[in-house]
């Protein structure tokens, strides 16, 4: 069987073309080539079976590597038949290399339904665009939200710190203001006053003219206050009609001159009609090795001594 298979002695293919060596040279080179070709494609596609382990039809791919290198052989035998006949070899290669490019088809065929599902560069494409799209507004939406959070917690941070009536700082938060410049004040030694501001006669406005009234007077004296003040000072309500104002890096005789220009300003505002309103300032300045609580109970001492000296007074 096999000395019929490889049988030669038919005759070689050369005869056909009568040894013309431009037939040869074109045969040859253009055989020669297309098994190259056969032989690097096969391989090609073996490599990237075995290097993408997610290639989803990675048997077809194996399948048509068998049809190419079939079809190659079947070059090479030509080639060789130019001057040996193994016509049965080359008609055995040649039956073989359409028992695997039918399979192939069939098998391409069969697979054409998933095959058609798979997205295109196109689709592809536009799906990237949607998804960079979607993506744009959700980091857009959630900008905006960071921003409305941020902005929340501003507000909640303002109402947490602001008087509501007079629009200064809270009892805890000019208290926490104190706090935070006297550590400074360790830390860097500079002077630090605290003045301490009382209407007077607050209690007869509530009786004569009601508690809103009253209100009214606490506002506008608010507004006085932080309008003479300077803007690194920080002014706080610390009870009814008490005001508390820091003075960060400022000495005795300075925070004195702006006791008296707010003194001043209060005495000289016309809150109501036929009514003046005046008040009482207690000036300290933080000794070395005073606590908070001395500051401000000296502070408040000196006020109720300037009530006692009659009021409508620095001391």
């Keep these: 069987m096999l000395s019929k298979i490889f049988d030669g ?12 060596e431009d037939l040869l040279f074109l045969t040859l080179v253009g055989d020669g080539l297309t098994v190259i070709a056969y032989g690097l494609i096969p391989l090609a596609l073996i490599y990237l079976v075995k290097k993408r382990k997610d290639l989803e039809f990675d048997k077809v791919f194996v399948l048509f590597a068998a049809f190419i290198a079939f079809c190659g052989l079947t070059h ?45 560069m196109k689709n592809l494409s536009d799906q990237n665009d949607k998804l960079l799209i979607a993506r744009e507004e959700l980091e857009q939406a959630n900008r905006h939200l960071e921003q409305k959070v941020q902005e929340r917690t501003e507000s909640l ?62 506002v506008e ?20 009609e008490e005001f508390l104002i820091l003075l960060p890096e400022t000495c005795i005789s300075a925070a004195k001159e702006l006791a008296e220009r707010i ?13 003046q309103i005046t008040c009482s300032i207690g000036v300290a ?15 408040d ?3 109720y001594k300037a009530k006692e000296l009659g009021r409508n007074q620095v001391c």
Aim: positive net charge; proline residues 2%; contains cysteine.
């Design 9 to 20: 002695s038919f005759m070689p293919h050369g005869h056909c073309l009568l040894w013309r």
């Design 76 to 120: 090479f035998i030509s080639m060789i038949n130019i001057w040996h006949g193994y016509y049965y070899v080359q008609g055995l290669l040649k039956f073989t290399t359409g028992l695997v490019s039918i399979t192939t088809a069939v098998v391409i065929w069969r697979l054409m339904p998933k095959i058609l599902t798979i997205p295109s």
């Design 157 to 218: 941070q303002r109402l947490a710190n602001t008087d509501q009536l007079t629009n200064v700082k809270n009892r805890r938060a000019i208290l926490e203001a104190l706090e935070n410049e006297y550590r400074r004040v360790k830390r860097h030694p500079h002077s630090l006053s605290l003045l301490m501001l009382d209407i007077d006669c607050f209690k007869a406005v509530n009786d004569s003219y009601g508690h809103l009234e009253g209100d009214r007077v606490l």
């Design 221 to 240: 004296v608010a507004n006085i206050i932080s309008e003479t003040c300077r803007q690194t000072d920080s002014i706080g309500r610390y009870g009814g």
């Design 263 to 275: 003194r001043l300003a209060v005495a000289e505002a016309k809150i109501r009609n036929a009514t």
């Design 285 to 299: 300045t933080l000794n070395k090795g005073e606590s908070i609580l001395n500051l401000i109970q000296r502070a």
């Design 301 to 303: 001492e000196r006020t």
